[in-house]
C-alpha cells in the first residue's frame, strides 16, 4: 500500500499567515484524498465505496464535520515508523440525518486494511464519548481487518474500551452497526453490542474465526461468506437485522431507521403528519384472516393495512419467521409490532422466535416506543430438540421483556391464543395496559380437541360411537369455555371489537397512554433468563 507523508513545515518568513493557511489546506487535501488513487481504484473494484463516499451516503449533504483528521499513529517497528498516514485508517465525526444529530465512525479499509491500532481505537473511543455526552445515536460504518497486529496488545486495549463504550450507551442512545467489508475476531462483538445489524450481500462477512482457522481446526471446508456472510447472519444465526444487495440501498435504510428512533432514552421518537385518516376503516381485514384456525395467512397484510400509509420497517425479516417484528406508525406516532405469523411453522413459538421478539420488545422499551402485540399463537413448538434446546428458558426471555417493559402495551387476539404462548405475548395477567380481541377469537389452555380429548378421554372410550362422542363432546367444549365473549365476560379482554375499527381503536388508546408512567423497584438491574 502506498501512503504519503505529510509535506514538510514552512520555515519562518516565506510568507506569514497565509503560507500557513496554505499548508493547511494542502495538508487536509491530502488526508481526504487517502493513501493513492490505486488504493481508491482497488476499493471499487471490490464492489466497496470508500470511507467518505459513504459518510456522503448516510449523512445529509455538506452537515459532517470531522474529528482528530490530522490523528497518525506513534508505533514503530515492522516497517509503521515510516508509514504514518492522516487518518490512521478510521474517520470520525458528526453531521446530521433528517437534520437530526448523527455521529458515526467509518473504518478506511484503503489505510492498513481498516485495522485497528492504538490511535485508531483513541478516536473511535472519542466519538462514542461525545454520542453518549451529546445523546445523539452512534453508527459505525465497519470495513477492516480486525486488530493491527504490528502493535500487539496495544489493539486489542483499543477494542476493550469499544466494548466498554458499547455496553455504556446501551439502551441510552441507539447503536448502529453497518458491516460493509470484514469484521473479524474482536470487530465482531461491537456489532453484537449494539441495537442493529446491517451487512451487504458479497462484500461483507462477520466472523470469530476465519475459513483458514475453521479448516484448520475441524477440517472443514467454507467461504467467506458461507461461513458469515450477509445472508448466513440474516437467515441462521440471527446476528444481522437487515441485508441489502448493495452500500446505496443500505445505507438509505439505515437513514429511514433512524428517522423512526429517538435521539435517546430521554425522549420520544420523532412524530410525522400523516394523510391516513386515523379512523379509516380496514374492512379488508375481514378478508386477510381466515375464520377457520387451522388455515394459514401472512399477517404482514394485517400490519399493511393498520399501520400509517401501510408502511412498516420489519426487523430480523429473513430470521424465525414464525414471528414478525416492525416499526410502523399509527397516526404519525411510532409504534413496535409484535405478530404471531401463521404462515410459518403455524405461527407458534419457539426458541429463535422468543429470542427475536424479546430483544425487539427490550429495544422498545428502552427507546420510548409503545408496543402492539397482535396475537394468533397455538402455543410453543413442542419437540425433544426445543427441549433440549432450552425452550424454557428462551421462552422466559420473551415472558422478562414484556412484564418489564413500561411503555404503552396493547395486546390484540386476532384469531387463537393457546396455553402459556398466549400468557407469554403480552396478555393482560402480564400487564398489557389494555387487551382487544376480535369476534372469533379463541382463548383457552389448548384447542378444544386436544382438550376434549383430556378431559373426557374416558367417556369417549367408553361410548358405542367413540368418534361422534368426541366431536358432541369438543363442540361442548368450544360452546362453554372457548365461545369469544368467554374472556371478555371475566374481565381478561377489555373489549370485542369489529376488526375493520382496529386502526381507530389502537390510534384512540395509544393517544390514551402516550402519557403513561410506570415505575419498577428500585434496583441495580434484573437477572433476565439466559
Not at 136 to 158: C, F, H, K, T
Not at 164 to 172: C, I, K, L, P, Y
Not at 230 to 249: I, K, L, Q, R
Not at 500 to 508: G, K, P, Q, S
Request: proline share 5%.
Amino acid at each position: 500500500m502506498t501512503t504519503t507523508t505529510a509535506p514538510a513545515p514552512l520555515t519562518a518568513g516565506t510568507g506569514g499567515t497565509h503560507s500557513h493557511v496554505a499548508e493547511l489546506h494542502a495538508i487536509r487535501a491530502q488526508a481526504m484524498a487517502g493513501p493513492s488513487e490505486q488504493a481508491t481504484a482497488a476499493q471499487h473494484a471490490k464492489g466497496k465505496l470508500t470511507a467518505r463516499e459513504r459518510i456522503g451516503l448516510l449523512l445529509d449533504e455538506g452537515s459532517f464535520q470531522e474529528v482528530e483528521q490530522l490523528r497518525r499513529h506513534r508505533a514503530t517497528g515492522f516497517g509503521l515508523e515510516t508509514r504514518k498516514p492522516y487518518t490512521d485508517g478510521v474517520i470520525t465525526g458528526w453531521g446530521t440525518v433528517e437534520g437530526r444529530t448523527v455521529f458515526v465512525y467509518a473504518h478506511d479499509f484503503r489505510i492498513f486494511g481498516g485495522a485497528l491500532g492504538e490511535a485508531h481505537a483513541t478516536k473511535i473511543h472519542k466519538i462514542m464519548d461525545m454520542a453518549l455526552a451529546a445523546g445523539a445515536p452512534l453508527v459505525s460504518l465497519n470495513d477492516g481487518a480486525g486488530a493491527r497486529i504490528q502493535e500487539g496488545v496495544s489493539a486489542l486495549a483499543g477494542y476493550g474500551g469499544i466494548f466498554q463504550r458499547n455496553t455504556r450507551a446501551s439502551g441510552v442512545i441507539p447503536q448502529i452497526s453497518v458491516i460493509l467489508g470484514p469484521c473479524a475476531g474482536g470487530a465482531a462483538y461491537s456489532p453484537a453490542l449494539t441495537d442493529f445489524v446491517f451487512m451487504v450481500r458479497d462484500t461483507s462477512q462477520m466472523f470469530i474465526t476465519g475459513p483458514d482457522v475453521v479448516r484448520a481446526v475441524t477440517g472443514e471446508e467454507i467461504t467467506q461468506n458461507g461461513l458469515g456472510g450477509a445472508d448466513v447472519h440474516a437467515e441462521t444465526s440471527g446476528v444481522c437485522h437487515f441485508a441489502y444487495d448493495d452500500e446505496e440501498t443500505c445505507l438509505a435504510e439505515v437513514r429511514y431507521l433512524l428517522s423512526m428512533l429517538p435521539q435517546n432514552n430521554r425522549e420520544a421518537p420523532p412524530s410525522v403528519r400523516t394523510a391516513d385518516p386515523a379512523g379509516r376503516r380496514g374492512e379488508m381485514l375481514l378478508e386477510h384472516v381466515p375464520a377457520d384456525g387451522s388455515r394459514p395467512y401472512d399477517v404482514t397484510a394485517v400490519i399493511g393495512e393498520i399501520v400509517d400509509d401501510g408502511e412498516y420497517l420489519e426487523v430480523h425479516e429473513h430470521w424465525a419467521r414464525n414471528i414478525v417484528c416492525a416499526l410502523a406508525r399509527l397516526d404519525g406516532q411510532v409504534v413496535g409490532v409484535v405478530a404471531n405469523q401463521p404462515r410459518t411453522l403455524a405461527g407458534v413459538l419457539d426458541i429463535h422466535a422468543s429470542e427475536k421478539a424479546a430483544r425487539f420488545v427490550q429495544m422498545c422499551d428502552a427507546f420510548n416506543i409503545p408496543l402492539v402485540t397482535l396475537l394468533d399463537v397455538p402455543g410453543f413448538l413442542p419437540g425433544v430438540g426445543q427441549e433440549h434446546g432450552g425452550i424454557i428458558r428462551h421462552g422466559a426471555k420473551l415472558l422478562y421483556a414484556y412484564c418489564n417493559a413500561t411503555v404503552p402495551r396493547i395486546s390484540l387476539v386476532l384469531r387463537k391464543a393457546y396455553g402459556g404462548a398466549y400468557i407469554v405475548m403480552d396478555s393482560q395477567s402480564i400487564g398489557a395496559d389494555l387487551t382487544y380481541a376480535w369476534p372469533a377469537n379463541e382463548i383457552a389452555v389448548m384447542g378444544a380437541e386436544g382438550a376434549a380429548g383430556v378431559i373426557f378421554r374416558r367417556r369417549i372410550a367408553e361410548a358405542a360411537d367413540p368418534e361422534a362422542m368426541r366431536q358432541k363432546l369438543v363442540k361442548e367444549y368450544r360452546a362453554e369455555l372457548m365461545h369469544p365473549y368467554y374472556a371478555a365476560e371475566r374481565g381478561l379482554v377489555d373489549d370485542v371489537i369489529d376488526p375493520a375499527a382496529t386502526r381507530e381503536v389502537l390510534i384512540r388508546s395509544l393517544a390514551m397512554l402516550r402519557r403513561k408512567h410506570a415505575d419498577l423497584p428500585s434496583r441495580k438491574h434484573g437477572n433476565p433468563p439466559q
